[in-house]
């Protein structure tokens, strides 16, 4: 016999798929809820982001903590949601993203951190802060194509068109089909052309 728990999960994944996402949403929190542990409120926190839900995210981000405050995917998701989302102040969120990066680092430093920690110093204008971290990343692992992506979108901003480009092809070079960092690309030499003043955003 299928756990509640299981149905749940399979039903979420099932309705997300195909696009019921009203279903997914009930789905998703029936889960969390029969669950109650940080990992499904993860998921749910996931969807809820995916669907710009920010509120709704924030509950269930809570809802992990409180289950597990030191459970290091709820950190990295808290980070997720803080850098995403399209309400509130956006530097007290960049400082949520940040600290909750740095208490996720404390616990092990990876890659994922490290994008997620520089974006966040990137969102408060620390470029240099933002940099530190994003070449960290790529010394972390060599072939993560955000780490590059994101490093060359420092210098961008900081108008150093050069490396700027060599990092963004770096990142198309690992992965060809990386539309993101194709109008990246396109968006510096266009700069580096005219003499503009960089770009403005991170990822």
């Known amino acids: 016999m299928v756990s509640s728990k299981r149905h749940w999960r399979a039903v979420a994944k099932e309705a997300e798929q195909s696009r019921d996402f009203a279903r997914a949403s009930t789905a998703w929190r029936m889960y969390a809820e029969e669950a109650n542990d940080a990992i499904a409120y993860c998921s749910l926190c996931r969807f809820e982001i995916s669907m710009r839900h920010w509120h709704e995210a924030e509950k269930a981000h809570t809802m992990a903590l409180n289950i597990d405050a030191g459970f290091r995917m709820a950190l990295l998701m808290g980070a997720v949601l803080y850098l995403s989302r399209e309400d509130g102040e956006r530097i007290e969120n960049a400082q949520h993203a940040k600290r909750l990066s740095v208490e996720a680092l404390a616990i092990e430093c990876d890659v994922d951190g490290l994008n997620l920690l520089g974006s966040a110093e990137f969102m408060l204008g620390h470029y240099d802060d933002a940099e530190i971290a994003f070449q960290r990343a790529i010394d972390c692992d060599s072939n993560n194509e955000e780490a590059y992506m994101n490093l060359g979108t420092v210098y961008a901003v900081k108008r150093e068109f050069a490396e700027a480009e060599r990092c963004v092809k770096k ?24 003499g503009g003043p960089g770009l403005t955003d991170a990822k």
Do not use: G, H, V
């Open 171 to 194: 990142a198309l070079e690992l992965d060809p089909e990386y539309a993101e960092a194709n109008s990246c690309l396109n968006r510096i030499l266009k700069d580096k052309m005219a």
